[in-house]
């Protein structure tokens, strides 16, 4: 596939990560057996995991937008870059109890498509500014 297609999957992919949506549309936009890293250790992978995800994150309650963001895409590969803003339900974050509250950190996303499909996704994310800003950790 050319890189405006898996530009176009990834920015769909990326509309169900901001806002939630038809999460039946995961099976045409990610091969089935999907490696999603930046899930948490011992959620299942491919479709399952990805809509186990997105239905316990809530995104039609508890959405995320970009405040700003670049994509690239070179061949299968692509990247998404940038600031993204977001609303934390409260709870538990990697062992912090975080208190509920608007976060703005900066985040990366990767992407590795197969036959115009993610087959591969990755997140690096700024989770201290995060922890930081809700009050879930002080400086």
């Known amino acids: 596939m050319d890189t405006a ?17 038809d999460l039946a549309i995961l099976d045409s936009l990610c091969t089935p057996d999907m490696v999603n890293h930046a899930l948490a250790a011992g959620r299942p992978q491919g ?35 940038g600031t993204r803003e977001l609303t934390w339900p409260g709870g538990s974050f990697m ?16 992407y590795r498509l197969v036959d115009g499909r993610i087959a591969e996704r990755w997140a690096i994310r ?5 922890l930081v800003q809700l009050g879930a950790l002080r400086r």
């Not at 109890?97 to 990767?110: H, L, Q, S, Y």
């Not at 700024?126 to 995060?130: R, V």
């Open 126 to 130: 700024d989770d201290l500014t995060m």
């Open 5 to 21: 297609h898996n530009k176009a999957v990834v920015a769909q992919f990326d509309e169900l990560l901001n806002s939630g949506g």
């Open 47 to 81: 479709w399952e995991g990805s809509r186990e995800f997105l239905r316990r994150a809530r995104r039609d309650m508890h959405g995320g937008r970009w405040v700003r963001s670049m994509v690239v895409a070179e061949g299968d590969m692509v990247v998404q870059f």
């Open 95 to 110: 062992g912090f109890e975080t208190p509920a509250g608007t976060t703005t950190r900066d985040v990366a996303f990767a």
